[in-house]
């Protein structure tokens, strides 16, 4: 048996095959999805740029203050608040190309727009697994500066780093699942175009 080129594979290794898109029926969907998704979009970068900002701040103070007071765990706790803050300000910015949908008006800019939209969250979830390493190695070191200079924390460290491990597993799971629609779009972006060629 033959696979065809453009099939699509899905996650078990099926491959699956349009013969013609419903293009009536796909398309107030695709609309509806598009426009729920600018709403969380537009909710994420209100929150997300003052947030991002309002933590370098605040790891700024917190360096500032544990330098002043020679308590070096507070300096790494500081670094570490103002380099996730960072990171939110930068994965928070990747969305602001992908942020309206009103360009988007015919069925094929509208899979354009869900690709790069796509590809833009895979790009943030990344970004949030680098903020939960930054999280665990410089809470860990603040944790073994603080041994060795005062007295250990009250709560263990591990508890810290498993609830980090279990966050960064949720975000594994949920980039699968973006994986998933991705790959459903261009497998659609492409059955559209071979469509329009014959």
Sequence with gaps: MTIPSDAYWDELGIAW??????????????????????LFIA?????????SGAGFILGLYTIWSGWMS???????????????????????SL?????????????????DLSIARSQRILLMLRLAFCACVVAAVL?????????QLTR???????????VLALCALGLDLYGRQIKLGLEKMRYLRRTLVLDEDK
Excluded: C, Y
């Design 70 to 92: 020679g308590t070096w765990n507070f300096v790494i706790r500081g670094i570490a608040i103002g380099v996730i803050s960072i990171i939110l300000g930068v994965a928070t």
């Design 43 to 51: 909710l994420g970068l209100i929150a997300g740029l003052p947030l």
């Design 95 to 111: 969305l602001v190309p992908v942020r309206a949908n009103k360009a988007a008006r015919a069925f094929s800019d509208m899979i």
């Design 17 to 38: 095959r349009a013969i013609k898109p419903e293009v009536n029926v796909l398309m107030p969907r695709l609309r509806t999805r598009l426009h729920r998704q600018s």
């Design 139 to 147: 809470g860990l070191m603040g944790s073994v500066v603080r041994a």
């Design 152 to 162: 250990p924390p009250h709560l263990s460290p591990i508890v810290d780093v498993m």
